[in-house]
């Protein structure tokens, strides 16, 4: 079992900056990917960004490609979402997620393994 825990988050107007941070703990040895997600009042939970555990590829949505940043320190077990140029529709519970093995579409939410209990972001135009 891993368990993914988010930190950060909070309230942040239109145009500025929050930072998410997920440490996992547990049996961490065999880490695939980390990732986020979020969800929306009344909408599925989406993809946002991932990273595999060795470096080698990131991943961003369109709808965050140029504003957020992926980043993970292998040694602490983290991974850290800095979110600049927020926008009000990026208001969601964000959720911090663990994947232990491949697969071809990591950005289904299915194809996760572990998740966190979320952190709210809010944004205010």
């Known amino acids: 079992q891993v368990q993914p825990v988010e930190s950060g988050g909070g309230l942040a107007q239109a145009g500025g900056s929050l930072r998410l941070s997920c440490a996992a703990s547990?049996?961490?040895?065999?880490?695939?990917?980390m990732g986020w997600f979020r969800q929306a009042p009344g909408l599925w939970r989406e993809f946002v960004a991932a990273?595999?555990?060795?470096?080698?590829?990131?991943d961003y949505s369109d709808s965050v490609q140029g504003r957020f940043t992926i980043s993970k320190d292998t040694t602490k077990k983290t991974v850290d979402l800095q979110m600049d140029s927020l926008k009000a529709d990026d208001t969601a519970v964000y959720y911090c997620?663990?994947?232990?093995?491949?697969?071809?579409?990591?950005?289904?939410?299915?194809?996760?393994?572990?998740w966190g209990q979320g952190t709210q972001v809010t944004v205010s135009s």
């Open positions: 990273v595999l555990w060795d470096g080698t590829r990131t």
């Open positions: 997620a663990v994947k232990e093995t491949f697969s071809f579409n990591w950005r289904r939410v299915g194809d996760w393994d572990y």
């Open positions: 547990g049996r961490t040895d065999s880490l695939y990917a």
